[in-house]
């Protein structure tokens, strides 16, 4: 393990090396291209996306009495020297800098990017951070063609991994800030405004920005919920005194990524006796029979469905209306929002019903009211209403896509026709249900949910009490609930049977009805709840001494949320400060510290407290850099902290619980009475994870074109609750406590590069994102294992193990030769293990780690480029995924024929005969469960690195002065493709989804984007 | 000013979360106190206990213990049974790990003793029910006592050495807790069982409830019995003292003297009869077909053997005539037809070929219907009928189930230990002070199954040979045979494991071969199970068993 950890590094550094090589070349280039000169300088300000900015100021820093504002163009006039920075600003804080290298220049104005959220309302300047955090504006996720926000995520931040979870709407995700440091629960923190709730409850459109909380400096503040990292959404807010109205419609159609494909019936049949032969059994189908499946003259006694054609259409569709509303008067803003999305699924035979469909659609409104007072100079007031509607559609009861989806991958084409010649729904008695029938006779159901957010803030400047003092109050309500309504119907199918006469030929048919046709039968339930509520109390006091700056605040949080059912109540507190101390705009210093508790944890054990420093230092500022002219800004970070992670793998482990347990008959009627048990040992001492993080990083700007960002991170988690089953003797006699000696270590590094220039009209820009979390189990009580290698304990969290395949066995004689293997009786074509402690017996001890996790990658990257010449726009997003491994057990795609499934082409194609024993990779054809084969081995577990195309755009603005006589301000036109390709090792399924559900999609969106 | 208001609201709202806003908590679990403060949750946690009693219908993954003894043989070759066969089992690979079962069953007897002592239950004092509920009570420490002894014989009589716990233990105390020899622990039980046998009622009808199925008097005798038979054989005897005989002896026969229980009249109701009177402790279960559907024969829908009783077990029974073995010469057995003539109890515990089973000739010959080369047949010939409730019904649509209960003490079981203890001690045929010879001992047995008494003038050696032999058709299945073995140290001459092929010929009559089925490995370690290795690691104290 150390010893690719090794490689690993190795290979990190050599490309540090070679980005190093080239920072050299091109500084060589540029110094010594400026020289002093008093000039008028000229040049266009422009926002990321290129569009020219009107009316932003422009001053020059080394002598800021002089100012110019941009035209409509963008174009401005200021007096300057070479060698001088020019700075831009706008109202809504959007900024620029750069030095003067030439007489001409553009600034990019970098829109938000200037002054970041960094959690419970604060912002910070980038320049003057001292923690780790990403970020993203929401003008990135607004061109990703979703309707989940989480969806728009994939790439955009390192150190935030986003793994998608098949298509069915609205596609959640998971997601990981650095990997995993515990192995109990991982989930992040996410904050929308300040208070706790999902990120799939907003539409893209109202998003502002994302902020990702990643070292101790940054989470600190959380306290006893940080540790996990926190993904920080702050939605839009009204801005300017004119009225500004955008309108977007995006119109798309869907279609699955990948579809494995199925043998036809005359291969299945022949692959099916190839099977049974295998296993020493008669041959189910005969050579006159196989022959009838090949020639489909006779498709009902002998079928050959392809039963994707038949339940999936081509394309599924989606329509996305987004319209919002910015503006006020003095005093007053509001942005106000609504969106709506339609999606249309992908099955087929869905309109046959009368009055109702039974397609899988989903249907979700979206609003949004942030509306911002100044109820006096001093006072503002914000009022937040949000929420959405879903209504839904799905065929047959809630988990009617995943059994359609189940019968897909499992029912052969051979196994019976859609329809008999009757009409009637075709079916059987050993394959399982029609899946046909399944999508268009078994009636539907309609899960709705509502959801509502509600806050409250009052913001009252201090100022006559103490300068740079201001106070808030804030209130947050939250609910959700869904409920659903379903109208299910059985259905009657025909099984068709030959007659056969005495020499075997068939001379008719019989068919047999089973089942029967029901009228549709209404049921309801109430799905789920969630309620919140937030009280947030804060001080402020921001000041400049001189040289100095501070900026600090106190804070007291308390939260409240609610789940359905018992033991599902968090109450959680905190009380929260950080001091940020700059000296000279060059030193900056940040303390933190949280004292927080939550109700899960047993009096006294509650609050802990939870510190963080971070400093930053601005080399770019000092006099011996003052030359380096390629530099304009280099910025060294470094932080310590400690956060924790309250959330607890089991309820109340602190309390020794007695339940039911077994019982026993008495009586000489032999009753049966019931009994009680002992639970599980208190855990003594119960308390949250720590975890102590320590971050390097190095901001740094180039060239005034390049932005690089390296975070290097090492966290140790302690505290982990573990079971000790392996520590303690059983003739205890009762269920171990758990323990909180759980220890994982995790480190890693994030890298962030962004080239933007300009060569003419045409801008582009190109960047990459690199991130690295490679985690180790450093304690976990493991239980006694009798051979070193099945140590759990020094792997990481979810290590695969298995056994390591060595090849397929030949014949008897190889069997006979080999290690006996326990798992069930072995055939030639089967799988030959590798006898990993020599005891000449193949069982569950040799099992050994294969490969890395089958639920996290450790590396994930990414790659964006783009250009825009005179309003065209090109722009892609590739992003990836390594060390990361699949366990392929699909029903009939990898495990075939097993339990009557079907057998996918690309497993017959690559399975064990006799005849390609040299160049089969998968094992013989079986019909038994054969637990030799299918169970955790190195053929199973396969590599599942990825490489897909998230996003390609190409995108026209019409021209500013064309519009212009219709009042508008800009009109978008653009095509966008979504998952349009993957490279990778899976070929048949899509590496992300490597199981029999409802598949990932691909999008190719039309739309339009008109802002008034 | 005005908004000041808003101030004060939230002053109100931060106020009214209070310092107890952390103190919310759901939890409903019984804690230790709900438990033995209520009668009816104090009487649940006693009858849990009762739970962990092992019962034999495939305890050992699927299979009989019977198949790690020439009794049987088990069809599923992966089951784990056959690695006592094929001596793959190990410290590491242990097998039938009552270990934790036992422990968790003995700790909550502890438990159950310190925690529910002197309760007086007063919410319920003036219930109509509560002296009869208190009567009920009084018994149950009695109880939770002899369920502790007799987990303690299951330990001992597999790892010989174990640690002796009679207190609840700390997690912390686990570790460094000391094993007592086999000798410690089997007085320990024999002393439980004397100070607690006059506190349990003989049998339960004039207890409250008649929750037959409880603990009672002869119970605690039997095991009190055994144990002392136990500890008088030649594994944990090897000095050959006559005095554990003796008191072996003298606790059988205490029983015997009691005449609480007598003999079943037909050896098919001996098993799976909670009612019978030849019961002393039965380990009851619910209503179940999964034993049937692993031992109906192959061919019957929903079978799926299972255990098979092998040529060896077939052999042991006598001429039903002579009462000889079939061996011996002029016994009158003819190889030709094998099965005829033969002790009645063979046609009850094994299914021969050509016999009835659920109304049908049950064909094990060759390309039969329910024999090889039908996967998952037969290996020895026969199936098992003893323990198997034929009016089970499988076929998928009419599936039925039956309660079972499995045999822990039986009376024959008493007299067979009697017989052994008194032929050890004083011979065949004295009966010392007690009352009974040996040979009168077994001929009970002998009657009941309709063989002809044992001849008298046997000396002790043949006696002994015929002894065992009964013992083994006697209780068959009834997880006897493995530990005789053991006990009895034979273990090598029950290796080599025979079945029968069986051929139908042309004229309808069968030809029958006896084959050699499986040669099986024993090593003189395996009469003591392997401590498992995990425990050993975890606890120094502990010592392995020898050769392991």
Known sequence: MTKNIHKKFKVMERKFIKISICLTMFSLMFIGMAKAQQNEITGIVRDTSGKPVQGAIILVTEHSDTQAVSDKDGKFVIDGQIGQHVEARTENKASGKMKIVKPDINITLKNGTSVIPIGFGQTRKVDEMTSSVGFVSGQKLTNKGVINPENALYGLIPGLTVLQNGGEPPTNVNMFIRGRETFNDNSILVLVDGFERPLSSLSPGEIESITVLKDAAALAQYGQHGANGVLLI??????????????????????????????????????????????????????????????????????????????L??????????????????????????????????????NQNDGYSTQLKYGRFNFRSNLDVNLTDNLLFQVDVAGNVINQNKPKGGNGPSQIFNALYSIPSAAFPVKTPDGNWGGSQIYGNNPVAITSSTGYSSPNSRELFLDGKLNQDLNKFLPGLSAEAAISYNNYASYWESKTKQYSYEVINPVLDNGGNIIDTTTTTYGEDTELNYWSSFGNQRRSSDLLGKLNYSRNFGDNELQSM???????????????????????????????????????????????????????????????????????????????????????????????????????AYHGGNGYWFTNQNNYQGGFVEGRLATSNLTYESSYKTNFGIDAYLFNKLALNIDLFYAKRTNILTNTDGLISNVLGVQDPLSTDGIVENKGIDVDLLWQDHVGSLQYHIGGQFSYAKNKILDMNEAYRPYPYLKRTGNSIGQSFGLQAVGFFKDQNDIANSSRQLFSEVRPGDIKYKDQNGDGVINEYDEVPLGYSTGYPEISFSANLGFDYKGIGVSALFQGTAHYNAYLNTQSVYWPLRANNTISSYYYNRRWTAANAQSATFPRLTTESNDNNFRPNSIWLADRSFVKLRMLEVSYALPVSFIQQWKMNSVKLYARGMNLFSIDNIDVLDPEFVSSGYPTLRSYNLGLHIAF | MKYYRFYLLFILLIGAGGCNFLNYDESSDYTKNDIFSNFDRTKSFLTNIYSHLPDGFNSIDGAMRASATDEAEEVW??????????????????????WSNMYSGIRAVNLFLKESKGNTFEERKYNDDYDQMMEQYKIYPYEARFLRAYFYFELIRRYGHVPLITSVLEADQANSIQPASFD??????????????????????????KETGRATRGAAMALKARTLLYAASKLHNPDGSLDKWKEAAAASEAIIDSSWYSLANNYSNVVNNYKSNELILGRRLGTSNSFEKSNFPIGYEGANPGTCPTQNLVDAYEMQSTGESITAQGSGYDPVHPYTDRDPRLAKTVIINNSQWKGQNVEIWDGGRNAPPLDRATKTGYYLKKYVI????????????????????????????????????????????????????????????????????????????????????????????????????????????????IKKNNDGSFSYHKKLVEKRAFEDKMYLYPIPESEILKNGNLNQNPGW
Request: aromatic letters at 12%.
């Open chain 2, 390 to 501: 034929e009016s089970v019904n499988l076929d998928p649509t009419h599936t039925t189930q039956k309660e079972h209960t499995w045999v822990l003490f039986r009376y024959g079981e008493v007299l067979l230990n009697y017989a052994e203890a008194m032929n050890e001690a004083y011979g065949p045929e004295d009966p010392a002070n007690l009352g009974m010879t040996a040979r009168e001992a077994v001929n009970m047995i002998r009657n009941r199954a309709n063989m002809p008494d044992f001849p008298t003038g046997l000396t002790q050696d043949q006696f002994r040979k015929k002894l065992r032999n009964e013992r083994m058709v006697e209780l068959a299945f009834e997880n006897h045979r493995f530990w005789d073995i053991r006990r009895w140290m034979i273990g090598p001459s029950t290796t080599d494991i025979y079945g029968m092929d």
């Open chain 2, 77 to 98: 070759d992966l089951s784990n049974v056959q690695k006592f066969n094929d001596g793959s089992w190990s410290a590491i690979q242990t097998l039938d790990t009552q």
């Open chain 2, 184 to 209: 410690e622990v089997a007085s320990f039980i024999v002393n439980e069982c004397d100070d607690i046998m006059n506190h349990l009622p003989v049998n339960y009808a004039n207890v409250p409830n």
């Open chain 1, 313 to 350: 259409r081509d394309y599924g569709n989606r329509s996305n209306f987004n319209i919002t509303f910015n503006g006020g008067v003095s005093n007053a803003h509001y942005f106000v929002l609504m969106n709506y999305v339609n999606d249309q699924g992908l099955f087929s035979p869905v």
């Open chain 1, 554 to 656: 106190v804070l007291f949080h308390q939260n409240s949320m609610i789940f359905n059912g018992q033991n599902n109540t968090y109450h959680r507190r905190n009380f929260a400060g950080n001091i940020h101390y700059g000296i000279k705009q060059k030193y900056y210093l940040d303390v933190t510290a949280s004292y927080s508790g939550n109700n899960l944890l047993p009096k006294g054990n509650r609050y802990g407290i939870f510190p963080a420093v971070s400093g930053a230092w601005i080399l770019s500022k000092e006099s011996f850099l003052a030359n380096a002219n390629f530099l304009d800004r280099l910025k060294l970070r470094a932080s310590w902290g400690m956060t924790g992670n309250d959330r607890l793998p089991t309820n109340n482990p602190d309390i020794q």
């Open chain 1, 234 to 311: 702050t939605t839009k807010r009204g801005k300017s005194d004119e009225l500004q109205v955008n309108f977007s419609y995006d119109q798309s159609i869907t279609s699955p990524t990948r579809l494995p494909e199925f043998l036809n019936s005359g291969t299945y049949a022949s692959a099916m006796n190839e099977a049974l032969q295998n296993d020493g059994l008669a041959p189910r189908y005969s050579q006159a029979e196989i022959d009838a499946y090949n020639s489909g003259a006779d498709p009902y006694l002998f079928p050959n469905v392809n039963w994707f054609n038949q339940v």
